[in-house]
């Protein structure tokens, strides 16, 4: 079954059903994922991208306050960072 099948066939469930639950789906790549950055298996974790994290991040920890309202980034951020920086200032 494909994963699509298995979303309108399952739902939310299908994180938890065999095969290839998707709670544990980047078990799958850990190993290769270890071998391709020198480290072992236990030291590789496999995410979403850095902006995602980033933006997770921001949005559940960025509280500004009357004096501590910026956000300083480096000198020309990855065009997703930044979107995400002004974004995060606008929302509050």
């Known amino acids: 079954m494909d994963d699509l099948t298995k979303w309108a066939n399952q739902g939310v469930e299908g994180h938890f059903t065999e095969p290839n639950p998707w709670l544990t789906i980047d078990d799958i790549v850990v190993e290769s994922s270890a071998r391709l950055v020198g480290g072992l ?14 933006n997770l991040l921001m949005l559940a920890f960025f509280q500004p306050t009357p004096t501590r309202n910026k956000i300083l980034v ?6 997703s960072d930044m979107v995400l920086a002004l974004f995060v200032c606008l929302v509050d």
């Open 41 to 54: 298996n236990d030291e590789v974790v496999v995410m979403n991208s850095l902006s995602t994290n980033l």
């Open 74 to 79: 480096e000198h020309k951020p990855f065009p």
